[in-house]
């Protein structure tokens, strides 16, 4: 992605949101990351017969990223089929996310793709981590 637009961002995240493997909840999500270097990572969410293990997109477009070397991002946007809530990411996802720095943002949108920004800050203040070093800014 040359030059970040967050409608862009959106537009991939609905169309991993088509990858979902959702049997059991039937609830549609995806996520798409931009990297610092402008590198796009989409995921979908990733359910399972035995639930817990169910995986949310946030977290599997930021395993994608990981697992090729990008540990550095700017934006996420999550997309859901929603059309009257904008999808916010579960508290695991947060805490996935504070992972890699507080000081990026999180694009969480309708089914329309009106959104709705938070930084990872905001949506999950006062956060633990271990690790100072790996904000995107
Ligand atoms: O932000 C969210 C919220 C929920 N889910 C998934 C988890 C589960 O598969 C389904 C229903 O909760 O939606 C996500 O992937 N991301
Ligand atoms: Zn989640």
């Known amino acids: ?7 862009e961002l959106v537009q991939k995240s609905q169309e991993a949101k088509e990858q979902a493997y959702c049997p059991y909840s039937k609830f549609r999500v995806g996520a798409a990351v931009l990297t610092s270097d402008g590198t796009v990572f989409t995921g979908c969410n990733v359910e399972n017969a035995s639930y817990p293990l169910g995986l949310c997109a946030e977290r599997t477009a930021i395993s994608k990223a990981v697992s090729e070397g990008y540990i ?5 946007a999550i997309a859901s089929d929603l059309e009257d809530c904008f999808i916010s990411p ?5 805490q996935f996310m504070r992972e890699f720095g507080s000081q990026w943002d999180v694009y969480m949108s309708k089914s329309d793709g009106s959104y709705k920004l ?8 006062c956060s633990f981590v271990v690790l100072q070093t790996r904000c995107a800014v």
């Open 72 to 76: 550095s991002f700017k934006v996420i």
């Open 90 to 94: 579960c508290g695991a996802c947060r």
């Open 118 to 125: 938070m930084t990872v800050e905001e949506l999950l203040p």
């Open 1 to 7: 992605m040359s030059r970040f637009n967050p409608k």
